[in-house]
């Protein structure tokens, strides 16, 4: 069946649905605003870290990433508020903030990957050790509905798996439907397996 072709697809297609859009401290203390964003086109951006570099914390260093991140050409119309979750798959390393932001840009996919790239080497990020504690790893999540594999792998292929990814995008758009596996944010928050604890600070 072509990509496209399913029920739940023709479902989403022109859907717009209300996320929750939380753009400063202010927002995190008061009834969040809401926007209208078309889900079926939006470029979702996942943050985490759990070293400060030179920010007097985690949870500085990620709010001047979301600043980065508009002064990359990804403007931030949503985001998630922070979520902790113990380090994966060590334990005893520092827990992780983590959270999600929905962005608009006129960049590609592979100038998305390339630009979120940037931004991690600005902030300090090295890739010397897999799963080693870092000061901050930007991953694209989803471009739209588009299927890609290659040097840009679009939805990212364990997303999914991941309540500190999930559950910070179920928070602000529960109703988001995976392009590739066809479940929506919300419940794949809810079975994800890998960072059970994950849970808003």
Avoid: C
Wanted: no cysteine; hydrophobic share 45%; glycine share 8%.
């Amino acid at each position: 069946m072509p990509v496209g072709d399913e029920p739940w697809a023709q479902r989403a297609v022109a859907r717009r649905f209300r996320v929750q859009v939380v753009r400063n401290e202010s927002d995190l203390s008061t009834l969040r605003q809401k926007a209208e964003v078309d889900l079926d086109e939006a470029v979702i951006v996942a943050l985490g870290g759990n070293l400060p570099g030179g920010h007097d914390s985690v949870e500085s260093l990620l709010n001047a990433a979301l600043d980065a991140l508009d002064e990359a050409g990804l403007t931030v119309v949503a985001r998630s508020s922070w979520w902790r979750s113990t380090a994966w798959p060590d334990p005893a390393d520092p827990p992780y903030l983590n959270g999600v932001a929905l962005v608009e840009t006129a960049l590609g996919p592979a100038e998305v990957l390339k630009a979120l790239h940037a931004i991690e080497r600005r902030f300090g990020r090295e890739r010397h050790v897999t799963n080693a504690p870092r000061t901050l790893d930007l991953d694209l999540i989803a471009y739209g509905r588009r299927q890609m594999e290659g040097g840009v792998t679009v939805p990212h292929p364990r997303a999914h798996q991941r309540r500190f990814v999930m559950g910070p995008l179920a928070e602000i758009a529960p109703d988001w439907v995976h392009p590739k596996l066809g479940q929506s944010a919300e419940n794949l928050a809810a079975s994800a397996e890998i960072g059970m604890d994950a849970a808003p600070i």
